[in-house]
C-alpha cells in the first residue's frame, strides 16, 4: 500500500527544483506545492523563475524561493548547499537536462559538449553526493532525477545526450538500492516525449505542431511521477511491455537488486 502521510512529514518542509522555472520542472512545483511543501526554484532567467513562483504562492499558499543559478556553473552545489542550509530540505527534483542542438559528435565545437558534461553529469553526480548524505543522516528524503527514454541506447544526434541519460539512470538505480535503508527514496522519470518550452523551440524550427508529436502533458507525468515514489528505481512513463528487460520497471527493479547482492558478495564486509 502506497504511504500516505503528507510530504512535509514524510520527506521535509521543502523542495528544491533544479530548472523549475517552465515545463516539467514548473509542473513538479505544483504538485509538490499542492501537497504542502515549500519550493526552491532554480533556473538561470529570473523573470519565468517569478511568474511561478508568483503563482505557486498564490494558489497552494506555501513559501516560495528563487534561485538564479547556472546549473552548469562549477560551484553551483556549493551555492545550492549555502542556499538551503538553513531550510528543513527534503525533496530535490533535477528537471534541467535537454539537449536542444541535436548536433552531430563531431560537427560541434566540444565546448557544448562539456557544459552538457558539466550540467547533466558532474552537476547531478555532485548534487546527489551533497543532498544523498544529507538525506541520509536525516533518515529521510526523496531524489527525483528527471531521464529520458534516450537512457536505453544511442544513436546519431544524440551521442551525448543518450550517453548523459544512460549515466544518470545507472547512477540512480544504484543510489536507490544504497540510500533505500536509510528511508531516502531514489526515483528517475524516463519517458519519450512531454510538451516543454524546450520541445516547442525545437519543433518550431522544423514547424512541426506539437499535437502531432503525441507529446505528453508536463502536469500528467510530474503527478504520476510523484505518485510512483516509493516504487523506484525507475517510473518509465511510457512502458509498453511489462516483460521487456530493457524498459520494464519491474524488471529493472528486479536487476538492481539482484546486481546488489551479487556485488554485496564481492565487496560486502567479510563474514
Ligand atoms: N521535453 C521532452 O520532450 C523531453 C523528453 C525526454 C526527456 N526530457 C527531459 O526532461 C527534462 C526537462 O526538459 P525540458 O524539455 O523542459 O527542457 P530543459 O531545458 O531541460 O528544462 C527547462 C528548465 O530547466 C532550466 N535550465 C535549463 N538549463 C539550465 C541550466 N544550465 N541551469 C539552470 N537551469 C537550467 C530552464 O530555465 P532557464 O533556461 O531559465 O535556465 C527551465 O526551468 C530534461 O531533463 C530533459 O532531458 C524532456
Known sequence: ??????FPERYGA????????DGLGAAFAREVAGRGMNCLLVARRQEPLDTVAAEL???????????SLDLGAADAVSKLEKETAG??????????????SGAFFNEAPFSIWRDLLQRNVLFLTEALHSFGNRFRGRGRGALIVVGSEAAFG????????????????????????????YGVDVQTLLFK???????????????????AT???AVETLARETVVAIGDGPLFNYDEETPDDP??????????????????????????
Open 14 to 21: 521543502w523542495a528544491l527544483i533544479a530548472g523549475g522555472s
Open 57 to 67: 504562492s498564490g494558489r497552494y499558499g506555501v513559501e516560495v524561493r528563487t534561485l
Open 246 to 271: 530493457l524498459t520494464s520497471n519491474s524488471l529493472r527493479r528486479a536487476r538492481v537488486l539482484n546486481v546488489s547482492v551479487a556485488l554485496e558478495g564481492f565487496y560486502g564486509t567479510d563474514k
Open 1 to 6: 500500500m502506497s504511504d500516505t502521510t503528507p
Open 154 to 181: 544511442g544513436g546519431a544526434r544524440g551521442a551525448m545526450y543518450t550517453a548523459s541519460k544512460g549515466y544518470a539512470l545507472n547512477l540512480c538505480e544504484s543510489l536507490w538500492a544504497e540510500l533505500r535503508p
Open 214 to 216: 503525441g507529446a505528453v
Open 193 to 211: 516525449i512531454a510538451d516543454t518550452p524546450t520541445l516547442r523551440a525545437v519543433l518550431e524550427r522544423k514547424g512541426i505542431p506539437v499535437e
Open 87 to 100: 531550510i528543513d530540505l527534503g525533496l530535490v527534483v533535477f528537471n534541467a537536462g535537454a539537449e536542444a
